[in-house]
């Protein structure tokens, strides 16, 4: 009669259902975490690139103003008074 506790707790100390479950648990929490981390990088790379942008059409503005001004004074010279 001493066998079936001892089987019974045999049953319950090897956990079977642990070491299965522990690797999809894991595997699933890798691939979150890596998503996480892609939309951080791909967030931080959108702003970068619209921050880029914006300095690039502010560069852009301030060229054609100073073309627009060395235009404008070539075309006053040129004029006759």
């Known amino acids: 009669m001493s066998t079936p506790p001892c089987e019974v707790e045999d049953y319950y100390s090897s956990d079977y259902s642990s070491p299965s479950l522990k690797p999809a ?47 404008s004074s070539c075309m006053r010279k040129r004029s006759p008074d």
């Open 25 to 71: 648990f894991q595997s699933e929490t890798e691939v979150e975490s890596s998503k996480t981390v892609v939309m951080l990088v791909m967030t931080i790379g959108t702003n970068n690139l619209e921050e880029e942008m914006v300095a690039m059409k502010a560069m852009l503005e301030r060229l054609k103003m100073k073309k627009r001004r060395r235009a």
